[in-house]
């Protein structure tokens, strides 16, 4: 196991960004955690990077408990685990030369042999596309769709063992957004690294992704197989946001009814009692909204749900 989170808290002030959430990535896996903003997922990513302290709960990342690791004890394990950000321009440093960006987390783990540390950046450069001459070229030079494949090269040079990668294309024109996920595809089965992508949109993770978690207030409210996910959604929050995302197969598409959630995403200073979905949930019932459905898996096939109304021979349909 690369990442291990167990009941993880994280509440900022008033605030309750994570409530409780625990999930698993394996060598080699990548995990797409999917919610809506607000949903807490972005907090996950910064508690596995210890850049935000987690409240409560545990962290373990490649069998080491890094839950309460001081910021110096942390730093040699930052080789394994690297991040790439939203919005790869304020992320990259406007003064520095791509080559220079590139080769900063060598330098920063004392890989300093000027002759090593150029081949790295060269062979980096070349894995994410970019031509060679884009060495000397500075952030603002190049489109958003290179910059990205900058934060790649940067986030990859250490090969470390976890990727966090934080809404890596949401940032992009759509035309450039598939070619940046098929890199990043290509680039993982490639080098083999584990990665929690985080989104708020279920298509983009749907080729690339092992699992999937759904996110809602803080919690996790369904996860399993991508596949799965996408044929037989559990949860009904999963059920809708499916039914939002566009398909390409345009008999897929008039399979599935459009779900619309009523009302906006509840404030996490103040969630709901018992479902925290029950005021936005078509098919809530009284039950919902006094006793909290805990993630279950009633065929023990590996995809639970917190849902009252999933059981052994039942699935919900929010579209009825
Ligand atoms: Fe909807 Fe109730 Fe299921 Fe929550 S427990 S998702 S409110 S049916
Ligand atoms: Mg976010």
Known sequence: MILRIDNLVK???????????????????????VGES??????????????????????????????????????????????VFQDPFSSLNPRFTIERIVAEPLLRHKVTDR???A??????LEKVGLRQEMRKRFPHELSGGQRQRVGLARALILEPKLVVADEPVSALDVSVQASVL???????????????????????????AD???VMYLGRIVESGPTAEIFAQPRHPYTQALLSAAPVADP???????????????PSPMDPPSGCRFHTRCPLAFDECRTSEPLLNDPRGSGHPAACHLVTADRVPDAAK
């Open 115 to 117: 002759r090593e540390v």
């Open 119 to 124: 081949n790295r950046v060269a062979a980096m």
């Open 182 to 208: 098929n890199l990043i595809t290509d680039l993982q089965r490639d080098m083999g690294f584990s990665c929690l992508f985080i989104t708020h949109d279920l298509s983009v993770v749907e080729f690339l």
């Open 211 to 213: 699992r999937i978690a």
């Open 11 to 33: 509440h900022y002030g008033p605030v309750q960004a994570v409530d409780g959430l625990s999930l698993e990535i394996g060598q080699g896996e990548v995990l797409g955690l």
């Open 251 to 265: 008999a897929r598409q008039r399979e599935r009814r459009r779900i619309v959630l009523g009302g906006d995403v």
């Open 38 to 83: 607000g949903s807490g997922k972005s907090t996950v990513g910064k508690c596995v990077l210890r850049l935000t302290e987690p409240t409560a709960g545990s962290i373990e990342l490649a069998g080491k408990d890094i839950t309460h690791l001081s910021r110096r004890a942390m730093r040699p394990l930052r080789r394994d685990v690297h991040m």
